[in-house]
């Protein structure tokens, strides 16, 4: 095993949409101490009606510009290659715009999720994953153009168990018949934790399963808990301990060390932290202790590149 980790991160707050608040935001994040910042480019006003708005492009540049951190950039959530057929061209528009601001950025990453489709028939599910593989050998060669590794996320299915989406293994599954050298994964715990209280399984075990393909990691705790009670605020739900809270390292009960045994990530992995706003009051210990769990981690040149 070689340990070749690229470094720690942490996703940068959007603030208002004229980047008004960017700079400061970025400032924040540097000053951490962090090795990389995700860019929230879905929140950034920066795609209207699937062109790129250069001015606002530019804006963002130069905000971005001599700053001592590598980017990586999360693009819109809403790009979906389990939706229906005639949407997914529209899908794919939307992807090429955002990869290509993702290379004038110089990002060394691309956030995108996985599929998400309503629970149905089998045969209905299979012939998703079917659409978003063809569709991700597509997005594949676009990054490879764009000089940016595609990192696709395993989601959860939200909070009523209506929802279909891979499972950390599942998507390992999809990524290895998809081949694509610039299609990558991030894995992101705390979603395969809240994903698996209505499919079941090992959490570790998933992880572990998806590990050789996630170059890029989302870091944040949480409980792994259905948001299945009424709550009137966020601290109600943090009592709780229910849904995908978002909390700094070590306030939920994810496994972290198993999770650090478990797992083989490729050389260049990413651990970026999403840190809801509500904790950056915290946020140097949580950047401390996703560094000493980042100094854990094992990779090899064995694993997926």
């Known amino acids: 095993m070689i340990q070749h980790v690229l470094g720690t991160g942490i996703s940068a707050k959007a603030g208002r949409p004229d980047l008004s608040e960017l ?103 299979e012939e998703a994953y079917g659409r978003q593989r063809e569709w991700l050998v597509r997005a594949g060669d676009l990054a490879r153009q764009n000089n940016v590794v595609l990192c696709v996320e395993n989601l959860f299915g939200g909070y009523e168990g209506k929802v279909h989406t891979a499972t950390p293994a599942r998507l390992a599954r999809e990524l290895t018949a998809v081949n694509h050298s610039h299609v990558m994964a991030t894995l992101d715990f705390s979603h395969a934790y809240l994903n698996l209280s209505f499919t079941g399984g090992d959490l570790v075990a998933e992880c572990a399963a998806l590990a050789p393909f996630a170059k890029h990691l989302h870091i944040h705790d949480s409980f792994g808990r259905q948001d299945d009670i009424w709550m009137f605020t966020l601290g109600e739900r943090v009592a709780y301990g229910h849904g995908d809270l978002h909390l700094p390292v070590g306030w939920g009960d994810i496994p972290w060390d198993g999770l650090m045994e478990a797992c083989v990530f490729p050389q260049g992995v990413i651990f970026n932290i999403e840190l809801h706003e509500r904790y950056w009051h915290v946020g140097q210990a949580c950047v401390d202790a996703t560094r000493a769990l980042a100094r854990k981690a094992r990779t090899s040149i064995a694993a997926v590149a």
């Open 23 to 125: 700079a400061r935001n970025l400032d924040q994040a540097q000053a951490f101490g962090v090795d990389t910042i995700e860019l929230p480019i879905f929140d950034l006003d920066l795609v209207v009606g699937g062109r790129i708005r250069r001015d606002q492009l530019a804006a963002l540049k130069a905000i971005c510009a001599g700053r001592d951190v590598s980017y990586t950039v999360h693009g819109p959530l809403a790009v979906n290659f389990f939706d229906a057929t005639f949407r997914n061209q529209r899908h794919f528009e939307i992807l090429q715009a955002s990869l290509e601001i993702a290379a004038e950025l110089g990002a060394v990453h691309y956030v995108m999720h996985s599929g998400l489709i309503g629970v149905t028939q089998h045969d209905g599910i």
